[in-house]
């Protein structure tokens, strides 16, 4: 873990690097390009943004830890179900937390009434475009199942990279903003693994109950 620190830390760089850029120089000429895409284009985007609310996946990563936890005792899967919820709670507290800190317009402000920018500490729903909570769950979910399942890493982010990339192709976010939101799906799970560490060795050592 202590090996994973500086590349946290340039990942990161990098990651705040582009939001800043992005911001003065790519997020507009990108919106005002998807905002162009065919009616039939959004639509099928439209049905596939629908992957990343969080709510199934919070109730079912619950259902798997509460299963296995006092049902069908299996410290392994407990442990997953457990890892999956705290990712995606703790990720989307954290963006309705930085959403009303920067209370950022969305792209549909723009389009409406050229309203572009922050307002900072404010609230409502057409001023929460930063960071993408979407993307904050499709990216808690596939760095944490990647976790567990390595060999199917590469369709777990292809899913997550899809989801988030719907989000800007539907003008409901700035590209900013579902890399923004990535980002911190990525600290999240970081930090969680590290503090969940312990629990996971715990339930790697011990035999699974069948």
């Known amino acids: ?51 990343g609310i969080s709510t199934w996946y919070l109730i079912g990563s619950f259902a798997l830890f509460a299963i296995f936890t006092f049902i069908r005792p299996h410290r392994r899967y407990a ?15 954290l963006t309705d937390i930085i959403k009303v800190i920067f209370a950022r317009y969305r792209p549909e402000m723009l ?27 499709a990216f808690s979910l596939a760095f944490v199942l990647s976790h567990f399942f390595p060999k199917f890493r590469v369709p777990l982010f292809i899913f997550a990279v899809v989801v988030a990339a719907s989000r800007v192709i539907i003008t409901a976010h ?6 923004a939101g990535a980002w911190l799906a990525m600290v999240c799970v970081f930090f969680l693994k590290k503090a969940l560490a312990s629990m996971e060795r715990k339930a790697s050592s011990m035999p699974d109950n069948q």
Not at 79 to 93: D, E, K, P, Q, W
Not at 174 to 179: E, G, M, N, P, T
């Open 79 to 93: 442990y997953m179900g457990l890892f999956i919820f705290a990712s995606i709670a703790v990720s989307g507290l």
């Open 111 to 137: 389009f409406e009434k050229g309203l572009y920018g922050l307002r900072f500490f404010d609230y409502g729903n057409t001023i929460t475009s930063f960071p993408s909570g979407h993307a904050a769950t």
């Open 174 to 179: 700035y590209i900013s903003d579902a890399v």
């Open 1 to 51: 873990m202590t090996s994973a620190r500086p590349k946290m830390i340039i990942s990161s760089s990098a990651v705040f690097a582009f939001i800043v850029i992005s911001y003065f120089f790519i997020d507009i000429p990108l919106a005002r390009f998807c905002k162009g895409f065919d009616p039939s284009i959004r639509n099928v985007f439209g049905t596939i943004t629908e992957l």
